[in-house]
């Protein structure tokens, strides 16, 4: 004990685990304030700052839980105490408002903090309440936690119920996940008390409040950004949380609730949610504030000091409401375990004017450590912007300056392998061979993308896309790219070779994916030769198996729930529907007789409900017995063949109302739920029964009113199904009511809209939704800087003689590309779907109308003359 008090009539504050502004500001509101540490929780040059400022310093050992508490009694009694309040970690707050009731001297019931800081108290209170269920269970010793995990069923999570920072957090997927989990506990020399919970997905995010006199105050809500699993790592936060209203009130009002059920008083408070498919479910709760530079973010993004709210609320005087001008983003640096050879960019970053704090706590030739916990993370940055999207992109900007070499190998703080090379400029598109499913290249001197795949890490795509490995090869790590595909489409398509055509694609391997369970059994092969990055939906059928397979690894994805709505378009309806999306009337059916029966006189649509490419898909104007038979058997017995497995399927059929009005499709990026970015995209189809895409212009020339129609129609979708993160390809018609849904996938969009996209926007979207899908930030205009269009081109029926034209369409201005899938002497047949195409041309143009024309007059110069 040290420095006597002050002879002054001061309110008498004693704290346990002040750091140093909290003393300060604790004096600048007028206490007296005595400060108790450990002396072993920080170092001595710290604690030397805190004894210089504090009226009153005490250390004591916090382990001899007795002893701090026959030391705060003496301490409290001896300088008149008014007021015991314990702001630091939570392992000894019990103890500290225990001793602070018996003084009379507490601001909060000792009760209250125990619900907060005693993970299993917490779920027993809200299972008693009803608040935010949850499955759970206790385990006392490491001995009964792997019976626990099997009664909650996998995945599951574990948590050391006596420890905090995310230290010992633990997702258990499978039982081989034992001796992993027993490593990591052995780390700690932690034995007990464990909470085993069900693996809650979806969005997370932190509430932070503060209260006085039962009444709390939300000061914001912060979205965080996690590792990867099995760790939960905190890697970042956002303040405030780009969210719905709707949502952030849902959210607000929960903790809130929780936090009065607690029988909260005083104080900060950091509540962390989870936004799952069905509502926000409260992760945990502590009685301070959030760590992680969290109150700074705060303070920049409102101008409210929440830490000098504390004492001032301690004081009298409440804080106010506060909102926010602006978005405050801290990342923490995560570099792989090495050896540190060089540290570049720290003077580049630093001198940027957005740059708030920048801290790297490493030095060339340290040792650096896997990252297992808060602890151990290598520095952070912080900035702000006036937009989300400004202050991510500002963020962006200082980690792709930042690289540490390790083991001689160059990582940018963005998880990047070394300095993209920049490509030589390209100067026109290069002329696309027949079949090849060309990309779009880049711009004159436009730098091409490179995707956050570590090199040590892999992505997996479910379902073979040619196009998509070709848009990425050379821009992802080699051989970093495993695809899974059926056996039988494996020997249809010849695949067994297609790895060697590709510096991306490491092997292709063989398993069941469609309407099948069996790739999910590869999660551990995967995971054992190499950490799976992300998961990527290839193909239409894919959508479910990946994103199942995400799930089970930890990673981003759609969701199961969603991605099976996504793939059943009966399914879709329901979901839809409930959530408050426009659909036309509809319903399943099993026959000629349904379709008659719900039809009456039509207009009406017959199509499969989980096939895709408008496969089946029928346009009646009138229905009576007759067209009722022919329309279910054209629809039931439409078929493929290089895109399923020869085993059999089960497919379910629906009769709509047709709709009338102008189509159009949207193509979303969403992260943890959230849009962000979206194109509207105007459609043409054929007429007749048949409605096959006959081409496409984005984005589509629309009024402010209907863009917003669209924007408030795909929000109410994304939330409807419970969508993760991903893309998503929305079609829409537009009618007298506004949009109403006609169907949507949850995979790149076919018709060369991506590469559409890329060329009106400047983006380059594969290799954003593959960073998207490994948890990655990402930065994406919010305009596009030109038009561009596609038409598809047709032929036939008959036997081709003849294809002229295709120079002359090909040195047409704003023409990129002009490709013919068909050669004298092939059979073509009218269209029924989208494989009877017979090739395409896509043109650019700086407006819609500008494009429209450069598209339709390369479209008219190639003639394909049939006999």
Known sequence: MTAPAHADDRPRLLMVMPYRQFVRKAQAAGFWVGAIWDPRLESPEYLDDVRELADLFVTVDFQDTELLRRTLREVAREHHATVIYHIGR??????????????????????????????????????????????????????????????????????????????????????????????????YGYDGPFLVEEYLRGPEYSVETLSKDGRHLVVGVTEKVLGPPPLFVEVGHVHPAPLPEDRRRTIEDLTTEFLTACGYRFGPAHTEVIWTPHGPRIVESQARLGGDRIPRLVELATGLDIEQAIFTGLAGTAAEPVASQATAIVRFFTFPPGRVGEIRGLEAAAELGHVDELTVRLRPGDTVAAVRDSKSRHGHVIVSGPTPEEARARCAQVLSAIEVVIDETPVRADGRAGTPVRPPSVTSPPTPQKGSGHAVVPHDNQEVAMTAVPTDAQVVFVGYNAAYLRAIDGKVPSRSVVVIEEPDIIRKRELGDAAAGFDCLDRIVPASYQQSTEALDLAAELTARRTVAAVVPGLEYAVPAAA??????????????????????????????????????????????????????????????????????????????????????????????????????????????????????????????????????????????????????????????????????????????????????????????????????????????????????????????????????VTLPRSSQRTSAIRFLAAGPGTVTEVVGVDTARALPGVQVVEVDVEPGQEVRPWASSWDRAGHVIATGPDANTTRHRVLDAETAIRIATD
């Open 90 to 187: 939570e392992e000894t707050m019990v103890t500290a408002y225990e001793v602070a009731e018996d003084l009379h001297a507490e601001v909060n019931p000792a009760a209250a903090i125990r619900h907060l800081v005693d993970k299993h108290a917490m779920r027993d209170l809200l299972a008693r309440r009803g608040l935010s269920p949850v499955s759970f269970e206790a385990a006392p010793t490491r001995h009964e936690v792997p019976e626990a995990v099997e009664r909650i069923g996998y995945p599951a999570v574990v948590k050391p119920t006596a420890l905090a920072g995310s230290r010992g957090v633990f997702l258990w997927q499978d039982a081989e996940d034992r001796s992993a989990w027993t490593a990591l506990v052995d780390q």
């Open 548 to 777: 199942a397979l995400a799930e089970k690894l930890g990673l981003p994805g759609a969701t199961e729930a969603a991605a099976q709505a996504l793939r059943d378009k009966v399914r879709l309806r329901e979901v839809s529907g409930a959530g408050g999306v426009r659909n036309p009337r509809w319903r399943e059916v099993h026959g000629p007789a349904d379709i008659l029966e719900f039809a009456g006189d039509g207009p009406v649509v017959v199509k499969p409900a989980n096939r895709q490419a408008s496969v089946g898909v029928q346009l009646l104007d009138a229905v009576d017995a007759t067209t009722a038979a022919q329309a279910w058997e054209r629809t039931s017995s439409a078929a493929e063949y290089e895109q399923v497995p020869d085993r059999q399927l089960a497919w379910r059929f629906l009769a709509e109302e047709r709709l009338q009005g102008p189509e159009y499709s949207v193509e979303a990026l969403v992260q943890r739920g959230e849009i962000v970015f979206q194109n509207i995209t105007a459609k043409t189809v054929i007429p007749g029964p048949y409605p096959v895409e006959l081409g496409h212009l984005l984005p589509a020339p629309l009024d402010q009113d209907t863009e917003t129609a669209f924007d408030t129609a795909m929000r109410a979708l994304v939330t409807a199904i419970g969508f993760g993160t991903g893309i998503l390809h929305a079609e829409w018609i537009l009618t007298d009511s506004g949009p109403t849904l006609v169907e949507c996938a949850g995979r790149c969009p076919g018709d060369y809209l991506i590469d559409l996209i890329d060329l009106a926007y400047d983006t380059r979207i594969r290799l954003t939704l593959i960073d998207l899908l490994a948890g990655r930030p």
